[in-house]
């Protein structure tokens, strides 16, 4: 895997857009109008964009799978991100969500070390084309390689039982789940630890 460039931005949105496709979480947060499809896409670059700046995005080898991660006390400049959270709240979530949406985000962040000592990964998906070609492996096995190198555990988030399914099966494990019924989903907590869920992974 590597680290993406300002040119490699089409690549990434479209690959994170097609990611979105049946992830209720994902379109719950956009407001719904005839619009949505140009939300899902504002969202997707706020993803790119902030991803970017933390020095965070990567892509496969061939192209077809990204990830974002990155550390999570690495913030950015605040003017920098006032701007990048403005534009997503006009270009994609819209005044009646912004508050349900903080709160929200503030309890996806307690569930986490407050120290913000861990990796955290907020994306990690492939192309329609790409899945089932190696690229989700080849970024599996580099952002835990990454996360051995930085000994740092790397944390997650899912709405999509088959997604969680899946980080099980890389060696993640669920340390809470959160039901949220009025948006008719369940979030499910992940960690993956290099000195523990990291000796009995399997690819």
Excluded at 3 to 11: E, P, S
Excluded at 24 to 45: G, M, N, Y
Excluded at 133 to 157: H, M
Excluded at 176 to 188: C, D, F, N
């Amino acid at each position: 895997m590597h680290l993406v460039t300002k040119n490699d931005k089409a690549r990434v949105v479209r690959i994170i857009e097609e990611s979105f496709k049946g992830n209720p979480s994902v379109t719950w947060v956009v407001k719904d109008d005839h619009k949505k499809d140009q939300r899902l896409k504002a969202l997707a670059e706020y993803l790119f964009d902030v991803g970017f700046a933390k020095k965070g995005v990567y892509l496969s080898t061939d192209n077809n799978a990204t990830a974002i991660i990155f550390r999570f006390n690495n913030k950015l400049n605040k003017l920098v991100e006032k701007y990048h959270e403005a534009r997503l709240l006009i270009r994609a979530i819209g005044i009646k969500k912004m508050f349900k949406i903080l709160h929200r985000q503030a309890y996806l962040k307690s569930q986490k070390p407050a120290s913000g000592e861990y990796l955290y990964m907020w994306v990690f998906g492939a192309s329609d084309e790409g899945r089932g070609q190696g690229g989700a492996l080849e970024l599996k096995e580099g952002i835990f390689q990454l996360s051995r190198d930085v000994k740092l555990p790397i944390y997650i988030e899912t709405t999509v039982a088959q997604n969680r399914m899946v980080y099980e099966r890389y060696g993640f494990s669920v340390y809470h789940s959160w039901p949220v019924p009025h948006q008719g989903i369940t979030v499910w907590f992940m960690k993956w630890d290099p000195e523990i869920e990291g000796k009995i992974v399997r690819a």
